[in-house]
């Protein structure tokens, strides 16, 4: 298949481009689109053949299900069953936004969106160019991050071309994700809401309109229990480079690693950036949660091609701001060191 990239105006969306993606979508083909978080591999949620070749570009697992993409609240019933009360609530304060609300799933939906089960997860991106796509197409659209399974997630369209080059029909590029990093998942099907994956969106945000969210147990601890969400995998969004994540030990890491003759990025937090190392190339981060997500992948992407032995990464603190990023962190990590 060959794969065209084009690019788009994100403050003004070039309505001929929008149309032929839409066209894309609307014939079954897979389309990439950037969305407020990460880029999507966008496909029609009512065709399971569209929507199986999204997990056949990705290579991923049959039990992980998909987000839904929708332009407005209202369309949530052409994929959901129900519509609780603390979805509504939510859906006002934050949609467009990066909150996913996990749903009883419409009967009519195909089963391979939702992994076969009973709930379907629905988002409506802060995206123009995402949203005129879902408008022009008028359709639900399924899309996954637009990364091969368990690598890091794609925030320009260079990253997608550079893991589904040759799987995917079309690449809109519309310049980098500003987010950075995916949306909070959130189940609402429950009293009280729970949730399944700490993203963008803050808990104390959402907590803020609906009260207590519960959680799985060890989230907030140092050491990340997999969520009670399907396809959660503990090994996720990590990059080729060997990945190792620090707290206190970080000198020392870098100490060892270098002796044995590795050439090192080192990405602090609150330790020096210089530790007097050759060999060890300093990445400063924002100290700031927000900034830190916008610039995570795109940072992971750019040393993974910068040919290094490992990346130590001092890990920011275990509060709940934080959560989503050490959540991908220690993902991250997972996979480097088995
Ligand atoms: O920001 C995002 O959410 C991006 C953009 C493209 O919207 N999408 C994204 O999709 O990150 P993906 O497939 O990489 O992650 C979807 C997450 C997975 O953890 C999956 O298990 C969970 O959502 N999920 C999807 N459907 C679900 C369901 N019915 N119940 C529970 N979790 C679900
Ligand atoms: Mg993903």
Same mark, same amino acid.
């Given at each position: 298949m060959q794969t065209e990239i084009i690019s788009v105006d994100p403050r003004s969306p070039q309505p001929d481009v929008i149309a032929r993606a839409a066209a894309v979508l609307q014939r079954g083909g897979l389309v990439a689109f950037p969305t407020e978080t990460v880029y999507g591999l966008g496909a029609n949620a009512l065709d399971p053949v569209a929507v199986a070749k999204i997990f056949a570009a990705k290579g991923r697992p049959a039990n992980n299900p998909i987000i839904v993409h929708i332009p407005d609240a209202a369309s949530v019933e052409r994929v959901a069953a129900a519509w609780p009360e603390h979805a509504a609530r939510l859906a006002v304060h934050f949609w467009p936004g990066p909150l996913t609300l996990v749903l009883p799933k419409r009967r009519e939906l195909p089963a391979v969106v939702t992994a076969g089960g009973p709930t379907v997860a629905v988002r409506v991106p802060a995206n123009p160019i995402a949203l005129e796509l879902l408008r022009a197409a008028d359709i639900p659209v399924a899309a996954p991050s637009a990364n091969l399974s368990s690598e890091l997630s794609p925030t320009r369209a260079e990253h997608v071309h550079r893991g589904l080059a040759g799987r995917v029909d079309l690449i809109l590029d !519309? !310049?980098? *994700? *500003? !987010?950075g990093i995916e949306s909070t998942v959130v189940d609402v099907t429950r009293t009280p809401p729970r949730l399944l994956r700490p993203g963008l969106l803050h808990p104390a945000e959402i907590e803020r309109v609906i009260g207590s969210l519960a959680r799985g147990s060890a989230i907030a601890s140092s050491d990340l229990a997999p969520l009670a969400s399907p396809g959660m995998l503990a090994r996720h969004y990590a990059p080729k480079t060997k990945l190792y994540c620090e707290n206190e030990a970080a000198r020392e890491r870098i100490e060892a690693l270098a002796a044995r003759g590795d050439r090192l990025a080192w990405i602090p937090f609150a330790a020096p950036l210089d530790l007097g190392q050759p060999n060890v190339h300093a990445v400063p981060m924002p100290k700031d949660p927000a900034g830190y997500a916008a610039k995570l992948y795109a940072v992971l992407h750019e040393l993974d091609e910068a040919n290094l032995t490992a990346i130590v990464v001092e890990l920011p603190p275990a509060t709940d701001d934080w959560l989503a990023i050490r959540d991908r962190l220690l993902r991250a990590m997972q996979r480097a060191s088995l």
């Open positions: !519309g !310049g980098p *994700a *500003a !987010g």
